[in-house]
């Protein structure tokens, strides 16, 4: 899989376009064309338009193949984002909402104010005589990896659900008359210009890729060069990506209805687990207690056969060691609800 053709933003045809631009072999069986998809997970977040593949963010370094053991933890981060994302929308009016990802990340609380001002975060981090550049670069690469990923899991989550409709669009900023910003998002023709402005910085810094200049710890260097091409080629100072969320309202407060039902449900569960094991231990002390009180009574007050007291000779009733756990195990199968 030849992922070094990969960029941001590529719009590929289709199927077909994918396996040639990976250099793979298109499959026909359904399962063999999921594992590629699979494994594509592994190098960058993309999302489907009919048969078109839109490829949008490209990691930094791939991800390690999906530990099964895993999964439920990872799906904790998905549910939470999901409703945290659906709780944001529900109070916008409009139906739709373009957002950069850095914010959208903060606006969900995983990461503060600090984290989106990059630049300002390195003078103050550098100024403690144990950090330095490598390590505070390398942080915000592996760490963009891992929040873009959950970020774009819980995103298509809610897509395969048919709440959102969601891609990633180029916003460009020119200068007006009166030397104000104006933002836009940007045409065909400027999504190419800024491709190509791309390419020739790659050329110009002697790279292979998004990827070389992110190891390289040159992406603000890459990004300055960018945005020189395009102001003095193309009157544009600079541009960024936004996600752009579409929806409907009424579905999303159905959805959050339906959430809210199930969070009761669930936390009504948790209290009749924690009331029925709670019980469980209750009823094993109880019961080992009264074995003993009836076996030292046995003891002092029964006579004893041939002149010594045998436990074997006692007719109480113990309960064994493994009782509490077996009974929570049940009480797992036959009463937790399912995540």
């Known amino acids: 899989m030849n992922i070094s053709n990969l960029v941001s933003g590529l719009i590929l045809k289709n199927y077909k376009d994918l396996c040639t631009i990976l250099d793979i072999k298109p499959m026909t069986s359904t399962n063999s064309k999921k594992a590629q998809f699979k494994e ?21 370094e791939p991800l390690e193949k999906i530990d099964l053991r895993l999964i439920g933890t990872h799906s904790k981060y998905v549910e939470h984002i999901k409703l945290l994302i659906l709780h944001m929308l529900s109070e916008i009016d409009e139906h739709k909402i373009a957002i950069t990802k850095d914010r959208l990340l903060e606006s969900l609380g995983m990461v503060n104010n600090r984290y989106l001002h990059k630049n300002e975060s390195k003078k103050i981090l550098l100024k403690d005589t144990r950090m330095n550049k ?117 579905d ?18 948790i209290k009749v687990i924690d009331t029925i094991n709670i019980n469980t231990w209750n009823v094993y002390h109880k019961q080992i207690k009264d074995y003993d009180e009836k076996l030292i009574d ?14 074997s000779q006692f007719s109480g009733f113990k309960l064994r060691e493994d009782f509490p756990e077996i009974q929570m195990e049940l009480c797992d199968y036959l009463i937790k609800l399912p995540d």
């Open 40 to 60: 594509l997970e592994r190098y960058c977040t993309y999302t489907k338009q009919g048969q078109k593949i839109i490829i949008n963010e490209i990691f930094t």
């Open 134 to 250: 490598f390590y505070i670069n390398h942080f915000f690469m592996r760490t963009n990896n891992n929040l873009t990923r959950i970020l774009f899991d819980s995103l298509n989550s809610l897509q395969r659900r048919f709440l959102i409709t969601f891609r990633e669009v180029y916003t460009v900023v020119k200068l007006n008359s009166f030397n104000v910003e104006v933002h836009s998002e940007a045409t065909i023709d400027e999504v190419a210009i800024i491709a190509s402005a791309k390419y020739k910085t790659l050329l110009d810094m002697k790279l292979n890729s998004m990827m070389q200049v992110i190891f390289k710890f040159k992406t603000e260097e890459f990004y300055t060069k960018v945005n020189k091409i395009l102001k003095t080629e193309h009157n544009i100072e600079y541009s960024y990506r936004q996600i752009e969320l579409i929806f409907t309202k009424e």
């Open 252 to 269: 999303i407060l159905t959805e959050l209805s339906l959430l809210e039902l199930k969070r009761h449900r669930k936390e009504l569960n």
């Open 298 to 311: 046995f003891i002092l007050n029964d006579k004893p056969t041939f002149g010594k007291h045998l436990e």
